[in-house]
Each structure stands twice: as C-alpha cells, then as structure tokens.
C-alpha cells in the first residue's frame, strides 16, 4: 500500500505538481489522495498531463472523489485519467468531471462496489443504469477512448428504439398505434436483448462524438462483446463494431491497465519543453 505524503507541497513553495507531466500512483490508501488534492490546489495551474489512480485495497468515496474531480480544473491539458477502486459513482461525479476536465480524450473508470456486495457479485453492477451517465459525456467533445467496468452479461440498458427515436420513428408510421415489437420478417426492432453491449456501446458514443474505442467490464481487455470500436456513417451517427483492430486493441490496453502505465511516452514536442523548462505544456 501507498501513502500519499503531504510533502508533496512544502511551507517553502516547493510542490512536485508544479513540474509533473506524468502521475501514476498504484495501491494507494484512498484517504491520504486528499494530499494529493492539496498539493494540486495550492501549485495553481499544472502541467500534468496523464493520471492514473488505483486504490486496490481501499476505495475512493464521495468525499475525496469530488474534491479531486475538482481540483483537476487547475490541471487544463491533462488527456488521460484512469481510476480503479473509485466507489463513488454517482452521475454527480461525472457532471462535475465534465465541468473540470472537458478536454480528456481517454478515460478509464473502475467502479468497487461495498464489501458484502463485492462478496457477492464479483462483477457488480453499477448504481445507476447506462442512461443516466451516457449523456453526461457530450461535455467531452474531444474523447476518444472510454474504459467503463460495467458488467454486460444480461444486460439492458437502453432504449430498445434507439436509432428510430433518433430519427423521429419515420420508418415507423404505426408508432402511434405502439405497433413497435416487430419488423416485416418477424425479427424484435433493436432489440437490446440479444445485442445489449452493442447497443449500450452505441449508446454513450450518441453523446461523445469523437468516441473511436470502448471496453466495458475489463476496461483492458477485448471479452466477449466487451469491446467495441466506433465508426460513423456519413451523418455521424455511431455505428459500433466488435472486430477491433490491432491498434484498437492495442489502444484500449494501454488505456485501461496499469500494467502499460510506462508506455505513456514523451512526445518530441513535450520533450523539447522539458529540456527548456517550460512548466506548462503548450498543447496535449
């Protein structure tokens, strides 16, 4: 286990924040992220660019999760966050994320649920169903890649009409009648039963229009229908594909596992700053 010090900001002004690109802390003790919090706020504006947090063995409640979700609004150019253990999930938590760091264009989160219900579902579900968080992520109009570790076996999360309700049910002049069960030949009207990761996919990539990868459940790892990389047809609208590419796959491991956390590379760019001294990256 980790504890996060409070030297990470001192009484003589220094603070490692005010020079740090790049953060992955790993089995942390959730309680002492409030250092880090601190040491965030009192730096004023950061130049970190990429955080990754685990707290394995402890969980990141209510308090500390909004209090660091709010302290990131001094971190303008951070890309990529990760959370793992993060027992706070309310929609609350990612309004307030969308507010303070719209410019992500990777995130990773890993819900742990209470200790009975951890012992009794290893893979719990979410609090909330899909519905309620996907349209807190238009207020990222630049993500790219989204890891979620909600569980998908049986799972129904989403209108069954989606793509009709999009286009006002025009192909459906019978809607009025609630003649919406079927089509010509017999087959269910998107019916999320037997494709709801598809459409749980389809879902959040509606609201984050830049959205290219998603895994779900593993947030690392292509299982099953976990994963899913997004394309567009000419009017935007998202059309979910399960057979990734190598550097879809690729991607979506790096995103989500701590075990990749080193492959967060220094681009030239960045380097060439570092070299200078520049405290504040010019761009992501």
């Known amino acids: 286990m980790v504890y996060i010090p409070r030297a990470l900001s001192s009484a003589d002004g ?3 924040m005010t020079h740090v690109r790049r953060l992955d802390l790993q089995d942390v003790i959730a309680d002492t992220l409030i250092n880090l919090v601190t040491a965030i706020l009192v730096a004023g504006t950061i130049p970190l660019t990429h955080l990754a947090i685990s707290a394995t063995v402890s969980r990141i409640k209510r308090a500390i999760a909004l209090v660091l979700a709010d302290s990131l609004r001094n971190a303008p150019n951070l890309a990529a966050l990760r959370l793992s253990g993060l027992h706070f999930v309310d929609p ?5 994320l969308g507010q303070c760091v719209p410019n992500l264009r990777q995130l990773v989160i890993e819900y742990k649920p209470g200790i009975l219900l951890s012992k009794s579902y290893p893979k719990a579900p979410w609090p909330f169903p899909s519905y309620c968080y996907a349209p807190l992520f238009a207020a990222f109009p630049y993500l790219e890649h989204l890891g979620l570790n909600i569980p998908i076996v049986d799972v129904s999360c989403t ?3 989606l793509a009709r309700m999009e286009s006002g049910y025009q192909d459906m002049p019978s809607v009025e009648e609630g003649d919406l069960g079927q089509d010509s030949s017999g087959t269910a009207v998107d019916c999320v039963a037997m494709e709801g990761a598809r459409a749980m996919a389809r879902l959040f990539a509606v609201y984050a229009p830049r959205l290219r990868t998603i895994f779900f459940e593993q947030v690392a ?3 099953w229908n976990s994963a899913w990389a997004i394309d567009r047809d000419p009017n935007g609208r998202p059309l979910p594909r399960r057979d990734l590419t190598r550097k879809e796959r690729s ?8 075990r990749w956390a080193a492959d967060w590379e220094f681009s030239e760019k960045e380097l060439k700053e570092i070299l200078r001294g520049a405290s504040t990256p010019s761009s992501i």
Do not use: D, P
């Open 14 to 16: 220094r603070n490692i």
């Open 159 to 161: 209108s069954k009409y």
């Open 92 to 96: 609350v938590f990612f309004a307030l």
């Open 251 to 258: 991607r979506g491991m790096t995103c989500g596992s701590f």
């Open 221 to 223: 790892l292509q299982v």
